[in-house]
């Protein structure tokens, strides 16, 4: 996939990662979400191949990458939380 695919599912998988999961604080802006979506992609990816669901090189199918993307947006939350 080239690298403008990348970005273009990841800011769809961000911004579909913004809407499916409630509260707040979320990223905002264009950038903020097509890096979720591709973090998303890459973590959805990596659990995958960990539990055995994906061969070494097999990229997470869409749903596996907007999971991903919710698991790093809710980690975010955690982190991003003002004390």
Same mark, same amino acid.
């Given at each position: 996939?080239?690298?403008? /695919?990348?970005?273009?599912? @990841?800011?769809? &998988?961000?911004?579909?990662?913004?809407?499916?999961?409630? =509260?707040? #604080?979320?990223? *905002? =802006?264009?950038?903020?979400?097509?890096?979720? !979506?591709?973090? =998303?992609?890459?973590?959805? %990816?990596?659990? !995958? %191949?960990? &539990? @055995?669901?994906?061969? #070494? =090189?097999? #990229?997470? @199918?869409?749903?596996?990458?907007?999971? /991903?993307? &919710?698991? &790093?947006?809710?980690?975010?939350? %955690?982190?991003?939380? #003002? *004390?």
């Amino acid at each position: 996939m080239s690298v403008i /695919g990348a970005i273009i599912i @990841g800011l769809i &998988v961000g911004f579909i990662a913004k809407l499916i999961t409630p =509260g707040g #604080p979320k990223p *905002r =802006g264009f950038i903020l979400a097509a890096v979720l !979506g591709i973090v =998303g992609a890459v973590v959805a %990816q990596f659990l !995958g %191949q960990a &539990v @055995g669901w994906f061969q #070494p =090189g097999e #990229p997470a @199918g869409f749903l596996g990458a907007v999971i /991903g993307a &919710v698991i &790093v947006l809710l980690i975010w939350r %955690q982190l991003a939380r #003002p *004390r």
